[in-house]
């Protein structure tokens, strides 16, 4: 049989609260993250591209005559730079908001079975006459997220 509760855990208001406390840290020592608009999914250095900026970064160094005169290097070689350290990190941050977002869907799980069992438990209990189990399980059914009922036929 399945363990039913694979996340046992207390998660205490003091806790939460340093935790936001360390996020809050992380986000003051990279003050400059940015958060693009809806839709805008344009990346044009993915990591296919890098091979092509690494060829651009070692023929702008040695051929900087064809670099426009609108590009101001200096930027282009802090944002290479800025790039390779928050690549340095980048993955624990998307492996630690993974891990909270696999907890958080699991802990719901576990949440949702113990609900379903006491729902189907009330609807039995009505069946065998449980006085208030009937009255109960008709306010949970009123909210129960399940499929929605097949509609009726219309009838002439």
């Known amino acids: 049989m399945a ?23 992380i986000e003051a020592l990279l003050p400059f993250l940015v958060s ?16 092509f900026d690494e060829k651009c970064a070692g023929y702008m160094a040695s051929n900087p005559d064809y670099i426009p005169s609108y ?4 930027e282009v070689l802090k944002d290479r730079a ?17 891990k909270a ?13 113990a609900n379903l069992a006491y729902y189907n438990n009330t609807a ?8 208030g189990a009937g009255d109960i399980h008709d306010d949970l059914a009123t909210r129960y997220p399940g499929r929605p009922s097949k509609p009726q036929p219309a009838t002439t």
């Open 36 to 51: 693009r608009d809806a839709g805008d999914n344009a990346v044009l250095l993915g990591e296919k591209s890098v091979g």
């Open 82 to 98: 800025a790039r390779t350290q928050i690549l340095k990190f980048l993955p624990r941050l998307h492996l630690l908001a993974s």
């Open 71 to 74: 590009i101001q290097i200096a």
């Open 3 to 25: 363990n039913d509760n694979r996340i046992s855990v207390t998660i205490t208001d003091p806790n939460v609260a340093d935790i936001i406390g360390h996020i809050t840290a």
């Open 101 to 113: 977002d696999d907890t958080s869907d699991v802990i719901g799980n576990e949440i949702m079975l």
């Open 124 to 131: 039995d209990a009505a069946k065998r006459g449980r006085a």
